[in-house]
C-alpha cells in the first residue's frame, strides 16, 4: 500500500493540493469526470494492483468512498 | 504453404482535426492536455461523401500500385469495417468491381474494431494454409467522426477516420510466420462501446437524432457513438494482461524473446498504463498514434507500417499483436517480418 503516493497522483488527477484531499473530500459530476475516473481506476491499479470497475468508482461520493472500496478490493 | 505479411499500405482521412482546433473549442482542455493524455497531434476525418470503403479503396490502390503483386493475382478480398457503405450488399462486392480485381476473387466483409487486423490475419492463415486462397488482400477502414457529436470531445480527441491495406501470401516454408492466436470475447460490454440507434434493434426515427446534454456542454444522440471510457479502460486493464500471458503460453516464449510490441494504439494514457502492467521494456514497445490517431482497426497495421520504415522492426524480428475493445472484444497473435 502506497497511500501517499496514491493521494498525491489523485490530487493531480482532480486538480487540488495533496492537502486538501482529506477524507471529506467530496467527488460530484464537476471534479470527477470521466476523464478523472480513467485516471482514478488508473492511479488505483498503479499503487494497489486493484482494477476496480467504473460503476463502483461511479458510485463514490467522497475520497473516504475511495479508500473503503479499495480497502474491501485489497482485502477480496 | 504458410501465410506471411507481404505489404502493407495505410491512408489517413485528409482533413484533419489538430489539438490547437480542439483546444479552441473545448474550454479547459489546452493543447498540451490533450496531446499529453492521448499523445495524439493529428486526427483524420472523412468528408461527407468520403466512406470508410474510399478511405480502403486509397491504401488498397497504394499497395497494388507499388508492384508487390498484380491485381489479377488477388483471389480474397477481405473488408473489416463497423462504417460499411449499406446495410447491404457487400461492401468488399463493390471494393472488388473498383479494385479491378477478378471476378474470380472471394470478397467479404466482417465488423470488429479494434480487434479487427487480427482477427483478419487469422482468418487470412487459415483460408491461406488450408489452400483456399493464395494472395489475400485485407483492407480495414472506419469513419467513426460521422458517428461522433461535435461536442463530445472525449471521443472526438481520440478517434481518426483512416484505412490500411494488408497484402497475406502464401509462401513455400515449413515454419509457422504467422500464430499462434489467441481471441476472447465478452459480450456484456456491449453498451459501453455503441452506436444504439441505425441498427434493426432501434431505427432511426425523429427522436433518435435528438442530440441531448448528457454532461454541461456534451451533447450526443442515440444515432451517436457513444464510449464509456471508465469501463473501457477497466475492460482494458482486466483482459490485456491475461491475453498477453495466453499468447506467450502458447508460443512457448517470455517477454524477453519478443523484440517488438505492437498493441492497438488506443491512446497513450492506456498504452502506458498496460506497458507497466505487462512489464515490456519502453523501447520495445510501438507508442505511434501522434500522427494517425486511434483508427480502430487500422492502428495496427499502421504502426507496423511505420516501424517497418524507421527502422524499429527488421526481417526476423518477432513481433506481438494485440486488439481490444469495441464488443469486447480482443485477440493476439506472433508474427516473424519477413
Not at chain 2, 35 to 56: H, M, N
Not at chain 2, 155 to 168: C, K, M, N
Request: net charge negative; with cysteine.
Amino acid at each position: 500500500m502506497d497511500n501517499q503516493a496514491f493521494v498525491e497522483d489523485m490530487a493531480s488527477i482532480l486538480d487540488v493540493e495533496p492537502s486538501e484531499l482529506v477524507a471529506g473530500f467530496q467527488l460530484n459530476s464537476e471534479n470527477f469526470d470521466s476523464v478523472a475516473m480513467v485516471g482514478a481506476i488508473a492511479a488505483i491499479d498503479e499503487h494497489y494492483g486493484i482494477t476496480v470497475d467504473s460503476k463502483t468508482l461511479a458510485a463514490c461520493n467522497s475520497v473516504a468512498d475511495m479508500m473503503q472500496v479499495i480497502e474491501s478490493k485489497s482485502k477480496s | 504453404m504458410k501465410a506471411a505479411i507481404k505489404a502493407i499500405r495505410s491512408h489517413l482521412a485528409p482533413n484533419h482535426l489538430t489539438n490547437e482546433q480542439l483546444a479552441s473549442e473545448y474550454k479547459g482542455w489546452g493543447v498540451e492536455k490533450i496531446s499529453g493524455k492521448t499523445g495524439i497531434s493529428v486526427r483524420g476525418v472523412a468528408g461527407p461523401d468520403e466512406c470508410a470503403s474510399d478511405l480502403g479503396l486509397t491504401a488498397a490502390n497504394k499497395l497494388l500500385d507499388a508492384g508487390v503483386i498484380s491485381r489479377e493475382e488477388i483471389d480474397f478480398l477481405m473488408f473489416c469495417t463497423q462504417s460499411p457503405d449499406y446495410f447491404l450488399p457487400t461492401t468488399a462486392c463493390i471494393m472488388q468491381t473498383k479494385l479491378g480485381l477478378p471476378t474470380t476473387c472471394g470478397a467479404m466483409d466482417y465488423n470488429l474494431g479494434c480487434s479487427g487486423f487480427v482477427y483478419g490475419l487469422g482468418l487470412a492463415k487459415g483460408l491461406i494454409e488450408t489452400g483456399q486462397a493464395t494472395n489475400i488482400l485485407l483492407i480495414t477502414a472506419d469513419t467513426y467522426h460521422k458517428y461522433i457529436h461535435p461536442t463530445d470531445r472525449s471521443v472526438r480527441t481520440i478517434f481518426s477516420d483512416g484505412a490500411a491495406a494488408t497484402l497475406i501470401s502464401a509462401v513455400d516454408q515449413e515454419e509457422d510466420i504467422l500464430g499462434p492466436f489467441v481471441f476472447g470475447t465478452d459480450g456484456t460490454g456491449f453498451e459501453q462501446l455503441i452506436v444504439p440507434a441505425g441498427g434493426h434493434r432501434k431505427r432511426c426515427s425523429t427522436e433518435t437524432c435528438v442530440a441531448k446534454e448528457v454532461t454541461p456542454g456534451v451533447f450526443r444522440a442515440e444515432e451517436n457513438l457513444y464510449m464509456n471510457g471508465p469501463d473501457v479502460f477497466s475492460f482494458t486493464l482486466n483482459s490485456v494482461p491475461p491475453l498477453i500471458r495466453q499468447i506467450l503460453e502458447k508460443s512457448k516464449i517470455t517477454v524477453d524473446d519478443v523484440d517488438y510490441f505492437v498493441f492497438h494504439q488506443a491512446n497513450k494514457f492506456m498504452l502506458e498504463r498496460l506497458r507497466k502492467k505487462t512489464d515490456i521494456p519502453e523501447n520495445k514497445f510501438c507508442l505511434n498514434l501522434e500522427s494517425y490517431g486511434n483508427t480502430v482497426s487500422s492502428t495496427i497495421p499502421m504502426a507496423l507500417e511505420l516501424a517497418r520504415q524507421n527502422g524499429e522492426i527488421k526481417v526476423g524480428d518477432r513481433v506481438m499483436l494485440a486488439g481490444f475493445g469495441v464488443g469486447y472484444s480482443w485477440a493476439a497473435t506472433m508474427l516473424t517480418i519477413t
